[in-house]
């Protein structure tokens, strides 16, 4: 097997490429005059061909260097997994209003078109969009060992919180890896005033260490309001935890001024928070994709 990552990959390619015991391999890209990007695979892949590219900002960019690497390798006839630590466009996975585009399916059709054999994702935000529009072996990895074991033995009496119930499956794996008690928040509107707070479905966060798990911070928004809300209502402190640190229009700012003890991402995209590899979880997922398409 041959690893291929670009030199965007913060280190996940080649990490991956030693926790699989194999080959890894920097292709080559520039930018042509006019902003067109170019790529080329150095070597020809030493049987099964991994390529890793995390698509975050410029993701155009990075989808285009992506399927051009991914159509490049299937030049020698061998499978070729892709591996996306970040998989931009998979947030709009509806047609939330009338006349819009499903840009998750588009990503995922242009992947099939270019011959992948097996896709591995980390954490994408609604796995059913690769049971509805990918037909060759996949795995969406929740990285919730790697997030639990940061936080093994830095919080008193800890419960962990979903920011909706979409995020709930996450917390009750990283609560159950803790030995926790998780729950997820809910909006009410106080009919009154007319105030809008978020507040746990059934559990209490007094005199708790909450620990807030999300997929994404992008501007940190959904993450603030949690942690205002659960420091009102008692927390002793707020950590926040995801898949992937967008980090966008000062959201570490946002976080730090709501009172959050500690941001912590995975490296599927850069950023200051990111200090927890995927690539143990990666690993385990591209062998077993391997065993489906062998
Ligand atoms: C939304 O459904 C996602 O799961 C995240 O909660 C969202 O993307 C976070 O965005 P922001 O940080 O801008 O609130």
């Not at 919730?144 to 119930?165: H, Q, T, W």
Request: glycine share 8%; net charge negative; charged share 25%.
């Amino acid at each position: 097997m041959t690893v291929y990552g670009l030199d965007s990959s913060n280190g996940i390619a080649a990490r991956l490429a030693r926790l699989l015991g194999d080959k890894y391999a920097m292709v080559e890209t520039k930018t042509f005059p006019d902003g067109e990007v170019y790529v080329r695979v150095p070597e020809r892949p030493e049987g099964v061909a991994v390529a890793v590219v995390s698509t975050y900002a410029p993701q155009e960019k990075r989808l285009m260097q992506l399927l051009m690497l991914l159509e490049a390798l299937g030049q020698w006839g061998t499978p070729v997994v892709a591996v996306i630590p970040y998989m931009a466009y998979a947030r709009q996975d509806k047609r939330f209003l009338e006349g819009e585009p499903i840009s998750a399916r588009i990503v995922l059709g242009a992947l099939e078109s270019v011959g992948v054999d097996a896709l591995v994702l980390v954490d994408v935000h609604q796995p059913r969009v690769l049971d509805e529009w990918f037909r060759e072996p996949w795995r969406s990895v929740i990285p919730y060992r790697e997030m639990a074991s940061y936080f093994r033995g830095k919080l008193e009496k800890p419960l962990v919180l979903a920011p909706d119930r979409g995020a709930l499956q996450r917390a009750r794996l990283v609560a159950g890896e803790l030995g926790a008690p998780f729950d997820f928040l809910v909006k009410e509107r106080d009919r009154v005033t007319g105030e809008v707070r978020v507040q746990p479905k059934s559990l209490s966060v007094e005199g708790r260490d909450v620990l807030i798990v999300d997929d994404i911070i992008s501007t940190g928004g959904t993450m603030a309001l949690a942690a205002q809300n659960s420091l009102e209502a008692g927390a002793k402190r707020v950590y926040a935890v995801c898949s992937h640190a967008v980090m966008v229009r000062g959201a570490l700012d946002r976080l730090l001024a709501a009172g959050v003890e500690d941001v912590v991402a995975t490296d599927t995209v850069p950023s200051p928070v990111s200090k927890i590899s995927v690539a143990p979880s990666l690993a385990e997922a591209v062998r077993e994709v391997l065993g489906e398409i062998a």
